[in-house]
């Protein structure tokens, strides 16, 4: 069993950054591949940004791609989501993901790919 915590949310402007983090707790949680998506009132969960457990494969949505970085560190069993120049449309609660991958050079971008999810975290983008 792995238990994710998410962090880092809040109110910013349009054009601001924040950073999310995910603490990961549990068996083996640093070997996980891990992702971030999010949920906007009255959509459905979208996916933002995936990492593979090794570090080195990272993906993206079109949405955020080259705003958003996600990044990991094993020792720390911790993920983090640099979110810079926020959109309004960035406006949603923030979920953590985390599934044993098949390979440690795996990343996932579906939703029901992952087995562990965090409470979330939101993020509200103001004009």
């Known amino acids: 069993q792995v238990q994710l915590v998410e962090s880092g949310g809040g109110l910013v402007q349009a054009g601001g950054s924040l950073k999310l983090s995910c603490a990961a707790s549990?068996?083996?949680?640093?070997?996980?591949?891990m992702g971030w998506f999010r949920q906007a009132p009255g959509k459905e969960r979208e996916f933002v940004a995936a990492?593979?457990?090794?570090?080195?494969?990272?993906a993206y949505a079109d949405s955020v791609k080259g705003r958003f970085a996600i990044s990991r560190d094993n020792a720390e069993s911790m993920v983090n989501l640099q979110m810079n120049s926020l959109k309004l449309e960035d406006t949603a609660v923030y979920y953590c993901?985390?599934?044993?991958?098949?390979?440690?050079?795996?990343?996932?971008?579906?939703?029901?790919?992952?087995?562990?999810w965090g409470q979330g975290t939101q993020v509200t983008v103001s004009s």
């Open positions: 549990g068996r083996a949680s640093n070997t996980y591949a």
């Open positions: 990492i593979s457990w090794s570090g080195d494969n990272t």
């Open positions: 993901a985390a599934r044993n991958p098949y390979r440690g050079s795996y990343y996932y971008i579906t939703s029901s790919e992952y087995e562990y």
